[in-house]
């Protein structure tokens, strides 16, 4: 497995997952929302792991420019099909990860990365370049899935079993409390951790970080 091998699982998925229904739509909606409340008019806000664009799309109008990447030119190619059919002069999307985007003159005020952390393969790395690509005091927020604290079998058998035919992608795993660690080593103070899941043992919390 490599980060080639994820890209294909998600080109192949872009279709089908497209047409999936949010599977929390109440939780989906709280994070909308804890979100548009930390953004201002001026900020510059980078969006990763986007996918087909669903929250770029409902956040982007709320910002003075806003940047959605993907891995995955095929999540990509649908996210630009639904910005034809939604225009939005703020919103721009484009095929790149973390570490492809270098930091410019004018940086970033927000990073937003939703269902994402646990994808990515260095997760130390990300964590840092993400804080190189911020502004000063810049927020980073994020909703990560928290493998560590699955289900054994599932953890440990399915997901493994899964990934070795193609049919799940990468997925690192950690605990809630690890993934915070990780976040402060990198250089951020954790301003709040929330809960957003209102259906079942959804361990997947909402952290908002702010640039050391």
Known sequence: MSIASDTR????ASRKYAKGA??????????????RALLKASDRVLELGCGTGTTALLLAGDVQ?????????????IAAERHIAQPIPTLAFRVATAEALAPGPTQFNTVLGFN????????P?????????LAAKGLFIS????VGEMNPL???ALLPAMRAI?????????????????????GFDILATENHATRGNDNRPYIVARKR
Do not use: N
Not at 22 to 35: F, I
Not at 65 to 77: K, P, Q, R, V, W
């Open 116 to 123: 994402y952390l646990h994808l990515v393969r260095d997760l």
């Open 65 to 77: 420019d806003y940047l959605a990447t993907d891995i995955s030119a095929e999540m990509i190619a």
């Open 143 to 146: 909703k990560t899935p928290c």
């Open 166 to 186: 193609g049919k799940a992608p990468y997925a690192g795993v950690f605990r809630a409390s690890e993934l915070s660690g990780q976040i402060f080593a990198a």
């Open 22 to 35: 949010v599977a929390d739509q109440a939780g989906y909606e709280r994070t909308l929302d804890g979100t």
């Open 125 to 133: 790395g990300t964590l840092r370049h993400i804080h190189r690509l």
């Open 154 to 156: 599932i953890r440990l």
């Open 9 to 12: 699982f998600w080109d192949r």
